[in-house]
């Protein structure tokens, strides 16, 4: 999802991007299924990073969430991988808050399907951090303690982190991710040019990030 789309959510819209093949013979190309930042990031000694951007409220992020989930568990040693919530508007911030508010508490990854089932599924926005505590509340999380955290100094500090991170990758829309501190690519990127279902869209994504991981470590 485009930070420009941000206003008109089509959740059951098919991704439909630039034109061009999906996967050129040979493999992934640069500059049409993923980038290369011109100025590589620093990342983790001795680890090809991972990062994910995403948006809790995306309808894309929330189709890819099962199939990075499930790919993220079989990486090798030598791949880790997190995840970066963006912050394109005022709604996305208090997101993105969320996100980092739970991540302090070591709850995020337990709440997140039902975060995503919530926004998605249910309908609720959780825009105002007393709708979060009352629904997280109920997931189990202490809403005093949630409210502590989504105010501290800590939690600002991984906002700005993320956004920082998020304007160094130049991402503009999301799911997207990054690769090494060097690659961009997308599941929009990776089906440069195609309608496609979300699922073969999230799935032609792991296979550039594969292509990815194996070029960062070629470079290491």
């Known amino acids: 999802?485009?930070?420009?789309?941000f206003s008109a959510l089509l959740a059951t819209a098919p991704v439909l991007t630039a034109t061009g093949?999906?996967?050129?013979?040979?493999?992934?190309?640069?500059?049409?299924?993923?980038?290369?930042?011109?100025?590589?990031l620093p990342t983790?000694?001795?680890k090809i990073e991972v990062v994910e951007f995403f948006w809790y409220g995306c309808p894309h992020c929330y189709a890819f969430e099962p199939l990075i989930e499930d790919w993220a568990k079989k990486l090798p040693a030598d791949v880790s991988y997190r995840k970066a919530h963006v912050a394109f508007r005022a709604?996305?911030?208090?997101?993105?808050?969320?996100?980092?508010?739970?991540?302090?508490?070591?709850?995020?990854?337990?709440?997140r399907?039902?975060?995503?089932?919530?926004?998605?599924?249910?309908?609720?926005?959780?825009?105002?951090v007393k709708a979060q505590a009352k629904f997280l509340g109920t997931l189990g999380v202490?809403?005093?303690?949630?409210?502590?955290?989504y105010n501290s100094f800590g939690v600002q500090t991984k906002c700005t982190q993320a956004e920082k991170l998020s304007e160094a990758f130049r991402i503009d829309g999301v799911p997207s991710v990054g690769i090494g501190g060097r690659f961009l690519t997308s599941p929009g990127m990776a089906t440069v040019g195609?309608?496609?279902?979300?699922?073969?869209?999230?799935?032609?994504?792991?296979q550039v990030m594969d292509f990815l991981i194996q070029r960062a470590r070629s470079k290491a």
Not at 1 to 5: E, F, N
Not at 21 to 40: C, D, F, H, M
Not at 113 to 128: E, K, R, Y
């Open 1 to 5: 999802m485009k930070r420009r789309d």
């Open 21 to 40: 093949p999906a996967l050129a013979q040979g493999g992934p190309v640069e500059g049409r299924q993923y980038t290369v930042l011109s100025q590589p």
């Open 44 to 46: 983790p000694p001795g």
């Open 91 to 111: 709604n996305v911030k208090i997101h993105q808050r969320m996100f980092y508010a739970l991540e302090a508490l070591g709850k995020e990854a337990q709440v």
């Open 113 to 128: 399907p039902a975060i995503f089932a919530a926004m998605h599924q249910q309908g609720l926005p959780l825009d105002d």
């Open 142 to 149: 202490d809403a005093a303690k949630y409210q502590d955290a």
């Open 194 to 206: 195609q309608r496609v279902p979300e699922s073969e869209s999230g799935a032609k994504a792991l």
